[in-house]
């Protein structure tokens, strides 16, 4: 197996032993298919994170910990991997465990094992359920000194040393009117959307979305949908039983995504969409909004939370002044004639 890293770097980046690394690359017996698999994807991360490797600065190891759809975890590696470079006054290296859907289990597992058995890890970000035994694990990471910094859902009643991430309660908010201008006369109610009900993050949208709705358009009933992971092949036939439930509805508030499952139910059952808001500038929101199938996207920008996220770390360590602190970010409204060019040109 080629390689052009040092074998501590390997070791430290795969989160295996270097004599078991030393045995993968030179391929010698005892190397189990996953360690294999592990060294493959650590030499992957070290290549993209070649420009980061500086001399003469500290180094810190970030272990992200990212429990959603390819579609956003990608974009977190996207965002953070873009950041690598600028970071100061540290190196910092990323190391990436991904999930598609929502375990509990899962996450105390891998949570866990950043901080058992002599691993080096510097910090956590981490999207994952609001649960007591996710917030135990990340004391028990707190307690071994690695800080945990929750990225877009918070887990509350745990020693996390910040939340990074959108303002949810104000994106709900938003949505909620959004969706009343959008409707304006017009009868309708809105189904809502959720991946997880897990995640605080999302019941912090849905429930200050109820909230404004009634404030705004008393009338209108929501519908919500829930447990789907955000994944198009679990939400097609769901959401087509919901519209055939509830013929009234007429609006959409995607917390979760998975939204061109939702647009294709609502075309099979010949329904109209008078609006839909959904969350998240990745590519298929960006073709939907384009063609007219979203009214408009919340957005906040992932690099400026990646961005934050180290500096916390970093202030964990004393590498930076003061003390991590909490930073949520504005919400950004994104429609058909203001799509960041920089971003999606067409």
Do not use: C, W
Request: aromatic share 4%; glycine share 8%; proline share 5%.
């Amino acid at each position: 197996m080629a390689r052009s890293h040092r074998v501590r770097d390997i070791a430290e980046q795969s989160g295996l032993s270097e004599a078991t690394v030393d045995r993968v690359l030179h391929g010698r017996a005892g190397a189990s298919p996953r360690a294999v698999r592990a060294v493959e994807r650590a030499l992957l991360d070290l290549d993209r994170q070649q420009t980061q490797l500086r001399l003469g600065a500290r180094t810190l190891i970030l272990d992200v910990v990212v429990q959603a759809p390819e579609r956003f975890s990608g974009a977190v590696r996207r965002a953070l991997e873009a950041e690598l470079p600028a970071a100061r006054p540290a190196v910092v290296r990323a190391r990436f465990h991904l999930r598609q859907s929502a375990d509990v289990h899962a996450a105390v597992e891998v949570l866990d094992g950043i901080g058992r058995r002599g691993r080096v890890s510097h910090g956590v970000l981490l999207k994952a359920p609001d649960h007591p035994e996710v917030a135990a694990a990340v004391d028990r990471l707190g307690d071994r000194g690695i800080p945990v910094v929750t990225l877009v859902t918070d887990v509350r009643g745990s020693g996390r040393a910040a939340y990074v991430g959108l303002d949810n309660a104000a994106a709900g908010a938003t949505a909620a009117y959004l969706l009343t201008v959008a409707l304006g006369d017009r009868p309708g109610d809105a189904l809502v959307t959720l991946s997880r009900s897990l995640f605080f993050g999302e019941r912090e949208r849905v429930e200050s979305f109820a909230r404004m709705l009634a404030r705004l358009a008393p009338e209108r009933a929501v519908h919500s949908l829930t447990d789907t992971d955000g994944l198009d092949a679990t939400l097609a036939a769901r959401v087509g039983s919901v519209l055939a439930d509830h013929p009234t509805i007429t609006a959409v508030y995607s917390v979760g995504g998975g939204n061109r499952a939702t647009v294709a139910a609502f075309d099979a059952a010949g329904r109209e969409r008078r609006a839909f808001v959904a969350h998240d500038l990745d590519e298929d929101n960006v073709e939907l909004l384009r063609s007219g199938a979203l009214t408009a996207v919340l957005h906040h920008d992932l690099q400026a939370d990646m961005r934050r996220a180290m500096a916390q770390v970093m202030r964990h360590h004393g590498l930076l002044p003061g003390a991590p602190t909490s930073v949520p970010a504005n919400v950004e409204v994104i429609t058909p004639y203001n799509v960041p060019a920089r971003m999606f040109p067409r």
